[in-house]
């Protein structure tokens, strides 16, 4: 009988269910987030440079005999290359994986798309990749002799 009247410890069992089944997996599913939006603010900024970067390569021999302006396309894909791996030097230590394809549609613009694939926090939350796209036109400017 003194069993049946004395139920405070099952609260405790109760409490500590609700902290395993329902707290834990919240707090791991906030943690994925924060990092997907994290890697999503860094890879635009990535993008953003490197777009640039390949935007502003501009075919010097072209320009030489011609006088006209226009992307060199080799370059602009090395240049763009190298902006976006500096600027995510800490996809290692965050955990994911960054890719960057740069296009040219004129010969005065680049359009780079990223994608970077997040690795979870916990196996239970969903994958998640992010995908950012810029455009950005040529703005060398070029002063006569």
């Given at each position: 009988?003194?069993?049946?009247?004395?139920r405070?410890a099952?609260?405790?069992?109760?409490?500590?269910?609700?902290?395993?089944?329902?707290?834990?997996?919240?707090?791991?599913?906030?943690v994925d987030?924060?990092?997907?939006?994290?890697?999503?603010?860094?890879?635009?900024?990535?993008?953003?440079?490197?777009?640039?970067?390949?935007?502003?390569?501009?075919?010097?021999?072209?320009?030489?005999?011609?006088?006209?302006?226009?992307?060199?396309?080799?370059?602009?894909?090395?240049?763009?290359g190298?902006?976006?791996?500096?600027?995510?030097?800490?996809?290692?230590?965050?955990?994911?994986?960054?890719?960057?394809?740069?296009?040219?549609?004129?010969?005065?613009?680049?359009?780079?798309?990223?994608?970077?694939?997040?690795?979870?926090?916990?196996?239970?939350?969903?994958?998640?990749?992010?995908?950012?796209?810029?455009?950005?036109?040529?703005?060398?400017?070029?002063?006569?002799?």
């Amino acid at each position: 009988m003194v069993l049946l009247r004395n139920r405070k410890a099952d609260m405790m069992a109760w409490t500590a269910l609700l902290v395993i089944f329902l707290a834990l997996p919240l707090a791991s599913l906030t943690v994925d987030i924060v990092r997907g939006l994290y890697v999503r603010t860094h890879l635009q900024t990535a993008s953003d440079a490197a777009c640039q970067a390949a935007a502003d390569a501009l075919d010097v021999a072209t320009f030489r005999n011609t006088g006209q302006r226009r992307i060199n396309t080799g370059l602009g894909r090395a240049q763009a290359g190298a902006v976006f791996a500096a600027t995510l030097q800490d996809a290692g230590r965050v955990g994911y994986t960054p890719a960057l394809a740069v296009g040219f549609p004129s010969a005065t613009v680049a359009f780079c798309r990223a994608t970077a694939s997040v690795r979870r926090f916990l196996p239970l939350t969903p994958s998640m990749t992010a995908v950012v796209e810029t455009t950005s036109e040529m703005r060398t400017q070029v002063q006569g002799p």
